[in-house]
């Protein structure tokens, strides 16, 4: 599979660190940003202008806004898109391909951690997800309003979760506890709570570790009480509703 990467930014640069095993090619007009990838991924092509699509599966990492000044020439062999916010039927008026598929990756993919949603022709699925398994988890969904739903879930709420990160380790620093020594539990625990979600459900592993009048049962009252739960809840519907607003 040829690949062809339309943009180096945050999210493109995090998906090539995974992606550099394939063959691929990068498209990126900063030059600076160029000589900065080059070094780390000597073997990657990189250019500066957009190639003809013919023979390429092309993923598609620019900004929303940044498409419609974008000129493309000849047929794709399939065009993953990460643009949030970017239906497939504006994909076709731009870009001519054999297949269209919308994924939405998050910024772990920098680590092949990300959890990546998919949706799109399933003529084309089992190369998409191949493709997005180098950067980490992938779950195919069946349209694209659950794919606009998993923008919150998924791609937006990793910085939901940094401020939580950084709201526990304020927390701990206000009591005494020395910030470095903080955030050092941060990487951990979110990866350790992770592991167990993967198999347990969320409320029993709250349950799990709430005993009946203790430290934990104590914490969770002030969330509770300060409508966390229902923050997060709007987060989500708010995520949605601004993915729709992008169309």
Known sequence: MRLLLIG??????????????????????SKNRINELKKLYPTVTFLNEIPNLNGYIVILA?????????????RAEALISILAGTPVFKLKEKIEAKFYIRAMPNVAALYQKAVTSVVGDEGFKEE??????????????????ELD???????????????????????????????DKAYEYLGGLFEGVGAVLENTHPAMFKDMVTSPGGTTAAGLYVLEENGVRSAFIKA??????????LV
């Open 62 to 74: 620019v900004k929303p806004q940044t498409l419609p000044h974008l000129k493309f020439e000849g």
């Open 128 to 145: 998409a997800l191949k493709i997005l398994s180098s950067i980490g988890k992938t779950v195919w969904l069946n349209s694209e309003k």
């Open 149 to 179: 739903i998993a923008t919150g879930l998924a791609a937006s709420s990793p910085a939901w979760l940094a401020t939580v990160a950084e709201a526990l380790a304020d927390g701990a620093v206000n009591l005494g506890l020395p910030r």
């Open 8 to 29: 180096a930014g945050n999210m493109g640069s995090a998906m090539l660190k995974g992606l550099a095993g394939f063959d691929i090619t990068v498209v990126e007009k």
């Open 236 to 245: 989500v519907e708010s995520c949605y509703n601004r993915a729709k607003e």
